[in-house]
């Protein structure tokens, strides 16, 4: 299985600032994704980071909130605009093999917003 | 979009077996049934994945009776390591439309 790297592991924002999180696979991947995760609630999909095009958000999210970067196959960023407390959460990156739906996960960034 | 429904929580004994079911009332045809497995503070770990009847790997089973409508993950001799969150998902394969459900959170006593 991939090896899947995110940065940074945990953090403590001021609100109305952003944070960048990055995730690294050490292999080439088509399918990466973006999770949050609430305390103590499930994983809730933020969009699909495409490679080479822009990221497919789903419901409830929004480019200019939670905008993704995927410059190649083995690396993503999401960013956390203007943060809030609300924003608080664990942010997951994960990829995909094809033809399965066999996901991968990082390990996650624990984002703490004041 | 096929949702799924779980118990909230389920407790067991060491060495026992535990079956816990899900409910996915509207799977669609090409809907596969996964499920994973999630630690505290860790990203969720698959653990098997079936279209129907039942699939068997080293650390779980997957029964799927034949009109799809639940599924029912079986963890044989738990211990207590097997103290986490279990997601049942469904989706078509190659991830399209794949959704994490409310999850059971199995306690494994000793």
């Known amino acids: 299985s991939a090896v899947i790297s995110q940065k940074p592991s945990r953090d403590i924002c001021q609100r109305g600032t952003s944070l960048t999180i990055q995730c690294q696979v050490d292999?080439?991947?088509?399918?990466m994704f973006w999770y949050r995760q609430q305390p103590g609630q499930s994983l809730t999909l933020i969009a699909t980071?495409?490679?080479?095009?822009?990221?497919?958000?789903e419901s409830g999210f929004v480019i200019d909130k939670f905008p993704i970067s995927r410059p190649n196959l083995t690396f993503s960023t999401l960013t956390v605009s203007n943060m809030s407390p609300e924003d608080s959460s664990i942010y997951l990156c994960?990829?995909?093999?094809?033809?399965?739906?066999?996901?991968?996960f990082g390990p996650g960034t624990r984002l703490t917003v004041l | 979009l096929a949702k799924t429904t779980q118990p909230i929580s389920m407790d067991s004994y060491e060495g026992q077996e535990v079956n816990i079911t899900c409910s996915h009332n509207?799977?669609?045809?090409?809907?596969?049934i996964t499920w994973y497995q999630q630690f505290p503070s860790q990203g969720p770990r698959f653990i098997i994945q079936g279209y129907k009847t039942k699939v068997t790997n080293e650390v779980a089973s997957l029964f799927i009776p034949a009109d799809r409508k639940s599924s029912t993950l079986s963890l044989p001799r738990v211990s207590l390591s097997d103290t986490a969150v279990y997601y049942c998902?469904?989706?078509?394969?190659?991830?399209?439309?794949?959704?994490f459900g409310s999850g059971t959170k199995l306690n494994v006593k000793p």
């Open positions: 994960s990829l995909g093999t094809g033809g399965s739906n066999e996901q991968f």
């Open positions: 998902l469904v989706g078509e394969g190659n991830f399209n439309k794949f959704y």
């Open positions: 980071a495409n490679q080479g095009s822009e990221a497919t958000y």
């Open positions: 292999s080439q991947v088509t399918m």
């Open positions: 509207n799977i669609a045809t090409n809907d596969y």
